[in-house]
């Protein structure tokens, strides 16, 4: 009864919220509804892996004045969304969440959508039979949503998203959960089309880029045995191929050592265990002003035996220096959303 009157009630605001603040400039409401399949990081709980039912609430405001957005041809949006997600035999129950979102056009008719937030689950203590045990770690976790939409109509989008809850191992237990997600959501409120300021001459960018990075990062072990931080070193190659001058889409190869690893290959004397690890990654870079936004995900080809998941993500922010090619920044690495290690980086980008 209460779920249900949870979902009415959002209805009822998808609706009537519009009502209000719909002739601001730039701004809009959306309300959307969308069908998602819950997997659960640890696989000892797959039987929990569920078809979800959510419908969301957003309010956008689109930027046209600066001269930046002008000059590269593409205006962000920025949001807030609120969200709630029915889990049938939901392992912690249903999901309410709240995220910060930026909208960044890819064409006329594609956009991506970066949202970082806060999550919470009505029944967070874990259903298998252990009621000490929080399920989902916290009370409060992290719920990144990363969407690709396709505006079908005038007052209509399709949405393509990733979604992960989770608290980074901050606190035990963390079985983290992942949403693959198809949606709709609908415009409410007037459509403003920016118009682009003539310019005398197009930007000009480099089509594609070879980089490197170095990184020095923290790791924190696991075992009982040797808690605490250790160092993690990492060397990325990248190719970049730019779509505009403000995204780029490529991929890495990462070789990082960890030290963990080492030290427990010296403690158990494993002389055929190797520290070194090996991946490669497939992502995008968007540029906002000197700051940029990577994300990437792929495959480990080669890991330690003590990594049972076999993909890698990496997120991270960077500041890009004068005329870009030299950066720095900060990011996470994880597999499945824990989070192995915090790197931070110095890079420098080869182009044209």
Known sequence: ??????????????????????????????????????????????????????????????????????????????????????????????????????????????????????????????LTGDSLNIFIGSLIN?????????????????????????NGMLYRPNQGLNYLQ????????PIRTAKPARLDEEPHWSPSEF?????????????????????CYDLSLHFMHYLSPTFAVGGTLDFWYNDVDSRQIARTGDIHAFP????????????????SIKAGIGPNLIASNEVSIPFYERVGAYYNFGDGRHYAGVALNAHAGRIEFIEWTYGYRLRE
């Not at 930046?68 to 962000?76: D, L, S």
């Not at 949405?159 to 992960?164: E, G, P």
């Open 1 to 126: 009864m209460k779920r249900s009157l949870s979902i009415a009630l959002l209805l009822i605001l998808g609706t009537a919220l519009p009502l209000h603040g719909q002739n601001e400039g730039g701004s809009h409401w959306e309300v959307g509804h969308g069908v998602s399949y819950m997997m659960t990081n640890n696989s000892s709980y797959s039987h929990y892996n569920a078809v979800t039912y959510g419908i969301d609430l957003a309010w956008w405001y689109r930027s046209f004045g600066a001269d930046y957005w002008r000059v590269h041809r593409h205006y962000p949006s920025f949001g807030l969304k609120a969200s709630y997600v029915f889990i049938p035999r939901g392992v912690a129950g249903d999901r309410i969440g709240l995220v910060g979102l930026l909208r960044r056009p890819l064409g006329r008719q594609w956009d991506l959508d970066i949202g970082l937030g806060l999550s919470a689950y009505t029944r967070p203590f874990s």
């Open 142 to 166: 992290c719920l990144i949503d990363l969407s690709i939409s396709y505006r079908a109509t005038e007052h209509s989008m399709l949405h393509l998203s990733l979604l992960h809850t989770s």
């Open 182 to 189: 198809v949606g709709m959501a609908y415009w409410l409120g």
């Open 211 to 231: 980089g490197v990075a170095l990184s020095l990062g923290t790791v924190m072990s696991r075992r009982e045995e040797q808690r605490g931080y250790y160092p």
């Open 276 to 291: 070194l690890y090996v991946s490669a990654l497939a992502g995008f870079e968007a540029f906002f002003g000197p700051l």
